[in-house]
């Protein structure tokens, strides 16, 4: 038979209010244990990420650019004179001597003006011999009439002496001597009159054939320069090198200071580079370069900075100190980087996807094994191509993302599988 037990229904109800209040007294407690766990970090694929550790010791600060090998000399050859183009003697790639005609123009009028000065010329020199015939004959005729008037002089020079002496002995009258007298002094005068008409007229025949060869060497001088616009009509290259580019075609309308070509010397480059306005600051005149050619590295300096800064980049120009290297040709795209600086003792790490210089930024420091990443702020100094200066926020051996993490900005703790 059942014994009944005493006190069991108030056991019950102690135990269950118990347990009511340990679950009460429980829930704020886990509550406030969840609200300090950290939120579980995503993850990451370890093997995706690039990273690099953080070394101490000595860094080259360098810039690079992208940019072309140009010719150090080269020839741009206008048209001298208006004119068609009649043939294209050679094309783009030939070799050429400073005298090699590589196109020829036509222009008919020029050469019927540089005949007609030919003709011109030609008779202003014939002129030039007529005249001086006419003034040789002209210088005959005075001799000869200063040689009449000399013999008359002469003769009544002695007229007058005979009269005079005649008169002494009474045997002449005196109006016939003082008539001889008269007649010899005009005769001496009419011949001094002469003498001084033959000189002048030797200086004025000189001053004639100059007058006329001052014209002809104006007519020749204007052939000269025609002739040489004919000639110019036949383009030659001007130095020896390679024919780089034909600006013009066969029948062609071209103006006087129209580009018909280019001549370059192919063994005579350099390389002109853009660098970004930002990192030119530091680039000086004579600093150490290299080019790369992607067919071999060529030492270099640089030689010229533009002072201008186009689309946000600066044209620096390097002078090519080594051979060249086989492909190597004119408008061949090359990376050229030039040394800034070489720094002795710094806290340095391979550059970040970002990173501006003396700025701070964000980095995920891997975690020693390498099972988590966490963001940590990091203040970076200099920057070269491949590496930056380390003022803060890592020391010698961290090992940090440098991988672009954008898609990860809203966390700071990274799982890496």
Do not use: C
């Not at 679950?23 to 990451?44: E, F, M, N, Q, W």
């Not at 650019?65 to 010719?71: A, I, K, M, S, Y």
């Not at 000399?73 to 001298?80: G, H, N, V």
């Amino acid at each position: 038979m059942d014994v009944p037990r005493e006190g069991a229904k108030r056991k019950k109800i102690i135990r269950r209010a118990i347990i009511v209040t340990v679950i009460v007294a429980a829930i704020p407690l886990i509550t406030y244990g969840l609200s300090r766990l950290k939120p579980a970090a995503p993850s990451v694929e370890g093997g995706t990420l690039w990273t690099d550790t953080v070394k101490r010791g000595p860094m080259i600060r360098q810039v690079r650019g992208l940019g072309t090998l140009v010719p150090e000399d080269t020839l741009l050859i206008p048209a001298i004179n208006e004119g068609r183009v009649q043939k294209i003697v050679l094309r783009p790639g030939a070799l050429v001597k400073a005298d090699t005609v590589i196109l020829v123009l036509a222009n008919p009028e020029l050469e019927l003006a540089a005949e007609d000065l030919k003709w011109q010329v030609k008779a202003a020199e014939a002129t030039m011999r007529d005249l001086e015939v006419k003034l040789e004959t002209a210088k005959l005729d005075l001799r000869s009439a200063v040689a009449r008037v000399e013999s008359e002089f002469v003769q009544a020079k002695l007229k007058a002496e005979r009269d005079d002496a005649l008169g002494k002995e009474g045997l002449t009258p005196d109006l016939t001597i003082r008539l001889s007298r008269a007649a010899a002094d005009e005769a001496g005068k009419r011949f001094d009159i002469d003498k001084k008409r033959l000189e002048i007229s030797g200086a004025s025949a000189e001053a004639q054939i100059a007058a006329q060869q001052v014209n002809i060497e104006k007519l020749r001088a204007a052939y000269v320069l025609k002739k040489q616009q004919v000639d110019g009509l036949r383009v030659v290259a001007g130095f020896p090198g390679v024919l780089q580019q034909m600006a013009v075609e066969e029948g062609q309308r071209v103006a006087p200071g129209t580009i018909l070509a280019k001549v370059v010397q192919p063994t005579h480059l350099k390389a002109e580079i853009k660098i970004p306005e930002t990192q030119a600051k530091d680039i000086t005149i004579g600093q150490l370069a290299q080019v790369d050619t992607h067919n071999g590295v060529i030492q270099a300096k640089v030689s010229r900075i533009d002072p201008a800064a186009i689309n946000g980049n600066v044209t620096v120009d390097l002078r090519l100190e080594g051979d060249l290297p086989l492909g190597a040709r004119p408008d061949l795209s090359v990376d050229g980087t030039v040394e800034l600086e070489r720094l002795s003792d710094v806290l340095y790490v391979m550059r970040p996807v970002f990173g501006q210089p003396n700025s701070v930024i964000g980095l995920f420091k891997v975690t020693p094994d390498g099972k988590e990443a966490s963001r940590v702020q990091v203040r970076i100094g200099r920057v070269s191509v491949q590496t930056v200066e380390v003022l803060d926020g890592l020391k010698v051996g961290d090992r940090v993302v440098l991988s672009d993490m954008a898609a990860w900005d809203g966390h700071d703790r990274l799982r890496l599988n």
